[in-house]
């Protein structure tokens, strides 16, 4: 498609619970980020990869949080043993040009409900 | 951690009236971002200011970044009622790539 596509766009998961949240970004674009949104707030950073390399996961909330990008392409956020404070949206958003934010597009979100 | 204190929090205006919402923050950044948030979707980039002082227009919006560059605004025109939504300001540095939002401002247009 045209552009960054999300899925699923809704999850809900049972606390304790596995997830895997997967981004395909607008095709060629070598920067591909992730975001948390939560209800009333503005997004905050998660992960930023650029082609395969993960330069920098400094916005990962713990160490049940992964996100991977291995062929430089499609990427997938992980979540282990889900809690409730993780419900959110994660956006994903990719860019042609490396590391600037400004030309980011993002997709339409994974809204992730933990109960 | 670096914060964007963004107001109003919400406005409820007429149609036809110019708004007006800013950002503040206690940091410096050398590139401020606005974009516009409707439900179910992601954000869609409305400007890019790149200098401090910019002001820049795009049809009815126009932004100016701060000479300090700790601060922006966002000013809308003659509001119509698509312009509904919710309004995030964002900065980054050219090294950090990754950008910080504000909480946002939730516009409300009554025809």
């Known amino acids: 498609g045209a552009g960054v596509s999300q899925s699923p766009r809704y999850k809900v998961a049972k606390r304790g619970q596995d997830v895997a949240l997967r981004c395909d970004p607008i095709?060629?674009?070598?920067?591909l980020f992730w975001y948390q949104q939560a209800l009333g707030q503005g997004p905050e950073f998660l992960t930023y990869?650029?082609?395969?390399?993960?330069?920098?996961k400094s916005g990962l909330p713990s160490d049940r949080f992964f996100a991977e990008r291995p062929e430089g392409s499609v990427s997938t956020l992980k979540i282990q043993r889900t809690q409730q404070e993780d419900s959110a949206v994660y956006l994903c958003?990719?860019?042609?040009?490396?590391?600037?934010?400004?030309?980011?597009?993002f997709g339409q979100g994974t809204r992730l409900t933990v109960v | 951690g670096q914060q964007l204190n963004q107001s109003p929090q919400s406005m409820f205006i007429q149609e036809g009236e110019d708004v007006s919402m800013n950002c503040t923050s206690s940091?410096?950044?050398?590139?401020w971002l606005w974009y516009k948030q409707e439900p179910g979707e992601g954000p869609v980039l409305l400007i890019a200011?790149?200098?401090?002082?910019e002001l820049t227009s795009n049809g009815r919006l126009t932004a100016q970044f701060g000479i300090t560059r700790k601060d922006s605004f966002l000013n809308i025109s003659a509001s119509i009622p698509s312009d509904v939504g919710i309004y995030f300001c964002?900065?980054?540095?050219?090294?950090?790539?990754?950008?910080?939002f504000g909480d946002g401002t939730t516009l409300t247009v009554k025809p």
């Open positions: 958003a990719s860019s042609s040009t490396p590391g600037r934010s400004t030309e980011a597009f």
């Open positions: 095709s060629g674009h070598v920067s």
């Open positions: 990869f650029q082609n395969e390399a993960q330069l920098d």
């Open positions: 940091s410096i950044f050398n590139t």
């Open positions: 200011l790149y200098k401090a002082g």
């Open positions: 964002a900065a980054y540095n050219t090294n950090a790539g990754k950008s910080t």
